[in-house]
T-cell receptor, first 110, second 115 residues
Framework: QKEVEQNSGPLSVPEGAIASLNCTYSDRGSQSFFWYRQYSGKSPELIMSIYSNGDKEDGRFTAQLNKASQYVSLLIRDSQPSDSATYLCAVIYNNNDMRFGAGTRLTVKP | DGGITQSPKYLFRKEGQNVTLSCEQNLNHDAMYWYRQDPGQGLRLIYYSQIVNDFQKGDIAEGYSVSREKKESFPLTVTSAQKNPTAFYLC??????????????FGSGTRLTVV
């Protein structure tokens, strides 16, 4: 079974803090990993992709990948109320099969 | 602007009725996908198509049907055999065999409710 696991939350952080979202996956052979943001009632939008071990930064977002531990995370620095959303972790299996976690709901409190 | 258009945004279905959800893309993507999302849950794959005139069942295909007569279009029919169709339906696309590099582009979704 190809699984992607996320803590469903809700995760609540104060404005300006760092939000840390975590994801584990079951297939050691996975090579591509994505984070999507989904606002309530809207469709997911791609915010980060990562393929190599280590960190990848894009503005206030940092994706971290550890293939040995089968773990991928998303850090959001200087969290804003507009970051309040559900964050979906997605993992590519067999080059084209994308599997999604159930998502972590983040609330940033002013 | 390139993108994926789903219609209608909201759809109401009576018991025993078939309904069709539209998905059209102008991104020149070969692969298209249909997902279902229930409240508080992740995305579950219904059907996918990697080329015209070919499609495969996903994890929850029972009660659904699709066609792929044109590259741009991938309509989903929710049949009366689908006993619990109330959900948010998402269509997505990606370049052929490039999902690992580009991920998916999603449409805006159709919210289906049984009345």
């Amino acid at each position: 079974q190809k699984e992607v696991e996320q803590n469903s939350g809700p995760l609540s952080v104060p404005e300006g803090a760092i939000a840390s979202l975590n994801c584990t996956y079951s297939d050691r052979g996975s090579q591509s990993f994505f984070w999507y943001r989904q606002y309530s009632g809207k469709s997911p939008e791609l915010i980060m992709s990562i393929y190599s071990n280590g960190d990848k930064e894009d503005g206030r977002f940092t994706a971290q990948l550890n293939k040995a531990s089968q773990y991928v995370s998303l850090l959001i620095r200087d969290s804003q109320p507009s970051d309040s959303a559900t964050y979906l972790c997605a993992v590519i299996y067999n080059n084209n099969d994308m599997r999604f976690g159930a998502g972590t709901r983040l609330t940033v409190k002013p | 602007d390139g993108g994926i258009t789903q219609s209608p945004k909201y759809l109401f279905r009576k018991e025993g009725q078939n309904v069709t959800l539209s998905c059209e893309q102008n991104l020149n993507h070969d692969a298209m996908y249909w997902y279902r999302q229930d409240p508080g849950q992740g995305l579950r794959l219904i059907y996918y198509s990697q080329i015209v005139n070919d499609f495969q069942k996903g994890d929850i295909a029972e009660g659904y049907s699709v066609s792929r007569e044109k590259k741009e279009s991938f309509p989903l029919t929710v049949t009366s055999a689908q006993k619990n169709p109330t959900a948010f339906y998402l269509c997505a696309s990606s370049p052929y065999r490039q999902t690992a590099n580009y991920g998916y582009t999603f449409g805006s979704g159709t919210r289906l409710t049984v009345v």
